[in-house]
């Protein structure tokens, strides 16, 4: 079946720094999405991208939906304390019913 | 606040009891579905309705049971389960059918022991 490889599986950081996680397949999607889960709660999504070369922004965060459909990546600017948590990007095939995720990002930061 | 609503939040059950989750909807999505999250893991697929109707099932064992009463519930019945089947449980839904681009949105989840 699809699989997503997202990068990195984990990051420490300070307060402060800029982030970026990216995601990608071996097959395109037509659909791009990143969500946010902390303990406890469900994925929150974050930013929706549906077309190729797409750049959208969400406050501090960045996403783009790659050229070639097969790629994502995900920026968060200036990071603060509440940024901590696993982020998921997820994506949808042509005429796909289900989300293909990725193994999330684990983000963790430093005062 | 979610608008994805699951009762109970959390659950204990014996290997033989029989017990429901449930999940509601008001934002007038007609596809929802049900995850099970191990934890560090990313959500893996259960079910999918669409229409009120299942459209996918992943190979799920019987002791799983669906059911979708109306277009804002979905309930997932339970039985004879494993402690493997230990997770978060997630319930999402999405705007039109399920083969739609529109994103999913999930709840909150209810956590899930097996003793």
């Known amino acids: 079946g699809q699989q997503l490889n997202q990068s990195p599986q984990s990051m420490f950081i300070q307060e402060g720094e800029d982030v970026s996680m990216n995601c990608t397949s071996s097959s395109i999607f037509n659909t791009w999405l990143w969500y946010k889960q902390d303990p406890g709660e469900g994925p929150v999504l974050l930013i929706a991208l549906y077309k190729a070369g797409e750049l959208t922004s969400n406050g501090r965060l960045t996403a783009q939906f790659g050229i070639t459909r097969k790629d994502s990546f995900l920026n968060i600017s200036a990071s603060i304390p509440s940024d901590v948590g696993i982020y998921f990007c997820a994506g949808q095939a042509p005429g796909a019913q289900k989300l293909v995720f990725g193994q999330g990002t684990r983000l963790t930061i430093n005062p | 606040d979610t608008e994805v609503t699951q009762t109970p939040k959390h659950l204990v059950m014996g290997m033989t009891n029989k017990k429901s989750l449930k999940c509601e909807q008001h934002?007038?999505?007609?596809?929802m579905y049900w995850y099970k999250q191990k934890a560090k893991k990313p959500p893996e697929l259960m079910f999918v309705y669409s229409y009120e109707k299942l459209s996918i099932n992943e190979s799920v064992p019987s002791r799983f049971s669906p059911e979708c009463p109306n277009s804002s519930l979905l309930n997932l019945h339970l039985h004879a389960l494993q402690p493997e089947d230990s997770a978060l449980y997630l319930c999402?839904?999405?705007?039109?059918?399920?083969?739609?681009?529109?994103?999913?949105?999930f709840g909150d989840g209810t956590r899930l022991s097996i003793l």
């Open positions: 999402a839904s999405s705007q039109e059918g399920a083969g739609s681009l529109q994103p999913q949105h």
């Open positions: 934002m007038g999505h007609r596809a």
